[in-house]
């Protein structure tokens, strides 16, 4: 007799189910795609009118990827101060060049574009001011003295908790000053930004190998100098 599961599975009702179940996936992943083409036509056609002259337009591009760009921007340089800055400054350049944009890319890695450019020119004029510094600093730039940021008023709080937490935070900030620029870039996009290395590659005028070069370069020296200051 065969097996009451092997009946089951090769049943009509069965196999109509699984043929259902089938149909709706494609249904579901076909209108998906329908939905991305349409997203991304009207996209297109905001630039076009935006490259015409129309300022509604090019606002309508900049709400969509507003919060986007300050988020990268402060992921990448650190300071609220300076991510303003940056965000700011992109999308004048976006509006400022917009004319050149010639749809071989999306505006979303078009503008991610600009805005990682203008964090690579910042982390390099960073770097070459600042020396060697064994103290942490605000977005200010002033020095945070660890002991006086801990918080012991709270029910529960735990101070010696809270200031491990502030040192390794200390300690990876300290390790990402060991990066070049370019380095710090590519492993802040990949892990914090969730980006794929062809995009980032695209990103930084690369290729896609030499973006995962770049980040097991940095990977290395980080694992390395959190290892030393253990």
């Not at 917009?98 to 600009?114: A, D, M, P, Q, V």
């Not at 064994?134 to 709080?157: H, K, Q, T």
Request: contains cysteine; glycine residues 4%.
């Amino acid at each position: 007799m065969m097996p009451a599961d092997a009946l089951t599975l090769t049943s009509p009702s069965a196999r109509a189910l699984g043929q259902n179940w089938t149909s709706a996936r494609k249904v579901q992943s076909s209108s998906s795609m329908v939905k991305d083409e349409r997203a991304r036509a009207t996209e297109m056609e905001l630039i076009r009118e935006a490259q015409q002259g129309s300022r509604s337009a090019f606002d309508t591009l900049v709400r969509q990827y507003d919060g986007q760009v300050l988020r990268l921007a402060l992921h990448l340089t650190g300071s609220e101060h300076d991510a303003e800055d940056i965000h700011q400054e992109a999308f004048l350049k976006a509006y400022r060049y917009l004319g050149n944009f010639r749809f071989e890319c999306s505006f979303y890695t078009w503008i991610y574009r600009i805005v990682t450019n203008l964090c690579l020119d910042h982390l390099r004029r960073r770097k070459s001011r600042r020396e060697e510094q064994s103290v942490l600093l605000d977005s200010s730039g002033e020095e945070i003295d660890l002991l006086s940021n801990v918080s012991d008023d709270r029910p529960g709080a735990n101070p010696a908790r809270e200031l491990d937490r502030k040192l390794l935070a200390a300690k990876i900030n300290a390790a990402l000053e060991t990066l070049t620029p370019r380095e710090r870039m590519v492993f802040e996009l990949k892990h914090y930004q969730g980006l794929k290395l062809r995009t980032i590659g695209d990103m930084l005028h690369t290729t896609e190998e030499t973006a995962k070069n770049t980040l097991f370069r940095a990977t290395r020296k980080l694992r390395t100098h959190l290892a030393e200051v253990r």
